[in-house]
Structure formats: structure tokens, C-alpha cells
């Protein structure tokens, strides 16, 4: 069974501050996949990262950082120097590669709400 | 990139008739489509993967005599709320697979059951 736990429900910030969206996983399967999603209020899903289980290696585009540590089960998400226009709800989500193919899991979401 | 579009956006109807959200992927073909729904302040729920050609697989507790996937085309998947009611009010979102195991997702249908 997969399983995505995002233990922040909401998350208040104020512009320019940094954060970190948790994301913890659990999988059996040995090949995954790990995504981050933005969802504004629109409602349309806005892809931002999709990391394999073996590539460990973190990422940074532009101001969004992610930390990928198989030790832990943990993917989490930095946004630096944070925007209004990033308030949104973010969910993370996990793809196991050889069963389940396809089906992605997705954590509960985390709101963000980034105040001016 | 790849675009997967959905129509309607957004539908109103009343309760015990029926529903077709249609999904489309725009310039890749999609061998497998995925639907989900999502209350509000939830998250995603996977509803049912369809593969074209085939019967759709539909996950514990959703109803398939209710929610009729139709995957005819690699370009097209239809979902059919049938005999709608107003717990069925939800955001439904379809995603469709790229042959690299790319998921892409729609913009999603807003359906209220009054």
C-alpha cells in the first residue's frame, strides 16, 4: 500500500519569508516516483517536480528547492523569499513504478497562504 | 508540453439526471486515463483507471454502474455521472499517461446537483 502523509494542514507566511512544505511517504515498492503539485484556486493542477527513487540528488529551480532523502521517506518542498502569487494549496504525491503503475497517491495538501 | 483539456469546466444539473465530463489529451496519445475527485479542502481521490479499448478498473467503493468510464479513443475518456444527486457535487479531474509514463491532468469539472 502506498501512503503520503503532508502533516501540515496550513501554513501562514509572510512575503519574502522562506518555507518548507513536509512530505513524508511509504512504499513497498522499490522504483517510485515523488511529484509535487500546485493547486490555485482556480483548481487546475500546476505540475512542479517529479524525482525517481534513485536519484537522490536535490533540485532548485528558480526560488522552489527540493530535498529528496530516502532515509527519512521525505520529500519535502522550500519555497525562498515567498510571493503572494505562491498561495495556493500544495500536494505532494508518490507513483510506484512496477505495481500499481500509474496510480498516483496523493498526500491531504498543504494551504499555503503567503500575506503581503 | 502536453495539454489535457476537460469539458465542461464547470456543469450545473438537477438531481437524477445524468452528467458527461469529457477528457481529452490535446497533442499526445494517452493509453491510460486516470479520474479523480476532490471535495472541498480534500485531497485528490482516484476514482478509476481507464485504458483505451478496455473496461475501466474502478478503485474499492466507487460505484461503476454510477460513474460509467468510456475510454473509446487514445484521445478521449468520458466519465457519465448517472442519476446524479447532490452528495455526487464534487471537482472531478482527469489525467491521461504519455507513452514516457508522463501524467498529465486536466483543469478539472466544478459539478453542482441541485
Known amino acids: 500500500a502506498q501512503k503520503v502523509t503532508q502533516a501540515q494542514t496550513e501554513i501562514s507566511v509572510v512575503e519574502k519569508e522562506d518555507v518548507t512544505l513536509d512530505c513524508v511517504y511509504e512504499?513497498?515498492?522499490?522504483?517510485?516516483?515523488l511529484f509535487w503539485y500546485k493547486q490555485p484556486p482556480s483548481g487546475e493542477l500546476v505540475f512542479l517536480i517529479r524525482r525517481n527513487s534513485f536519484d537522490e540528488q536535490n533540485e532548485i529551480s528558480g526560488r522552489y528547492s527540493w530535498n529528496f532523502q530516502k532515509s527519512t521517506s521525505s520529500f519535502n518542498f522550500t519555497i525562498t523569499a515567498s510571493q503572494v502569487v505562491d498561495s495556493a494549496v500544495y500536494f505532494c504525491a508518490l507513483r510506484a513504478g512496477n505495481t500499481n503503475a500509474g496510480k498516483s497517491t496523493f498526500g491531504d495538501g498543504t494551504t499555503l497562504t503567503v500575506k503581503p | 508540453g502536453a495539454v489535457v483539456s476537460q469539458h465542461p469546466s464547470w456543469v450545473i444539473c438537477k438531481s437524477g439526471t445524468s452528467v458527461k465530463i469529457e477528457c481529452r489529451s490535446l497533442d499526445f496519445q494517452a493509453t491510460t486515463m486516470f479520474w479523480y475527485r476532490q471535495f472541498p479542502k480534500q485531497s485528490l481521490m482516484l476514482m478509476a483507471t481507464?485504458?483505451?479499448?478496455?473496461?475501466?478498473?474502478?478503485e474499492q467503493g466507487v460505484e461503476k454502474d454510477k460513474f460509467l468510464i468510456n475510454h473509446a479513443s487514445l484521445t478521449l475518456s468520458t466519465l457519465t455521472v448517472t442519476s446524479a444527486h447532490p452528495e455526487d457535487s464534487s471537482f472531478y479531474i482527469c489525467?491521461?499517461?504519455?507513452?514516457?509514463?508522463?501524467?498529465?491532468f486536466g483543469p478539472g469539472t466544478r459539478l453542482t446537483v441541485t
Open positions: 489525467s491521461a499517461r504519455g507513452g514516457l509514463g508522463e501524467q498529465y
Open positions: 512504499t513497498r515498492d522499490t522504483t517510485y516516483y
Open positions: 481507464s485504458n483505451e479499448g478496455s473496461k475501466a478498473t474502478y
